[in-house]
């Protein structure tokens, strides 16, 4: 079975492969310093919790914060005896190239996503991925990542905006009842809503006009369904289209290998 890890600047996500269904999905909060043992002890324990019975063999790990990846490393090799695959080291390879500046390191959660969309839906794509950053990746006909944008992410800018001004609190992203709010949580999440429903479409239209060929949206990252009701439009919305990505990737390496 596969270990896919999804460690972003503010989560880390693993999820259990069986090589049809993932069996389960544990999230924690990333740390550059935790250890490979502590990996170990809360992994152990949720996937005794959920009762899954789990023989890891592989593992790949797709990661924005470069420091995790060497205790992700020893994790994999002291726990289940095995040297993972690194989505953007030279020895991972994928499946269409990117199409890049020269030295540009394009985030490996955008390769894996580019490649998890360009699985399923085939090209002409612009990826969503409402992260720590949200980031919109242009998918070309033959599935190469070929661009794109980088935003501040919807958190991020509610926490910007309460550590800058003292008087506007700590507040969560949600669709507010109306635009024009009548109390500050109601004018900053309108603004925060509102601002990221224009942001997208804005930013899509200019994509597709840039394209100059008819493309397709996909919304993901847990704040993507959110999104999803207000008046842009995706094609569609996939929660765990980074997972997929991983495992596409995964499958593709293990092919060459045996090439
Ligand atoms: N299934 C979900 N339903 C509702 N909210 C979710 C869900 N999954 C995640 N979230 C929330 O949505 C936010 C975005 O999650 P996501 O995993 O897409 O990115 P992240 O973990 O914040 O960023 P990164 O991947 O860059 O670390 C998180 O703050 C999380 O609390
Ligand atoms: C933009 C983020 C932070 C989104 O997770 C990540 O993809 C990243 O660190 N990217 C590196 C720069 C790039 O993708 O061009
Ligand atoms: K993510």
């Not at 919109?136 to 910007?160: C, M, Q, R, T, W």
């Amino acid at each position: 079975m596969l270990l896919a890890i999804d460690c972003g600047n503010t989560n880390t996500v693993f999820s259990i492969w069986d090589g049809e269904k993932f069996l389960c999905t544990l999230r924690t909060s990333t740390h550059h310093a935790r250890t490979a043992d502590a990996y170990f002890t809360w992994y152990s324990t949720l996937v005794k919790h959920y009762g899954i019975d789990a023989d890891i063999t592989d593992v790949i790990i797709s990661s924005t914060v470069p420091r995790v990846v060497f205790n992700l490393r020893v994790f994999a090799d002291r726990f289940f005896g095995c040297r993972p695959v690194v989505v953007g080291k030279p020895e991972c390879r994928l499946p269409h190239a990117p199409r890049v500046d020269p030295g540009t390191q394009v985030g490996p959660d955008r390769l894996v996503n580019s490649a998890g969309a360009f699985d399923r839906h085939g090209g002409d794509l612009i990826v969503v991925d409402f992260g720590t950053a949200t980031t919109f990746d242009v998918v070309a006909h033959d599935g190469a990542y070929v661009g794109g944008v980088i935003a501040p992410g919807v958190n991020l800018s509610l926490e910007a905006l309460h550590m800058a001004a003292a008087a506007l609190p700590h507040v969560d992203v949600t669709k507010p009842q109306k635009v024009i709010g009548t109390n500050t949580v109601d004018c900053m999440q309108s603004g925060v809503f509102w601002g990221y429903v224009g942001l997208v479409n804005g930013i899509c239209d200019r994509i597709r006009a840039e394209y100059e060929k008819p493309m397709r949206i996909i919304g993901t990252g847990g704040l993507a369904p959110l999104f999803a009701q207000g008046e842009m439009l995706f094609d569609f919305i996939e929660d765990d289209l980074t997972m997929h990505g991983l495992t596409v990737i995964h499958d593709y390496n293990k092919k060459a290998e045996t090439i």
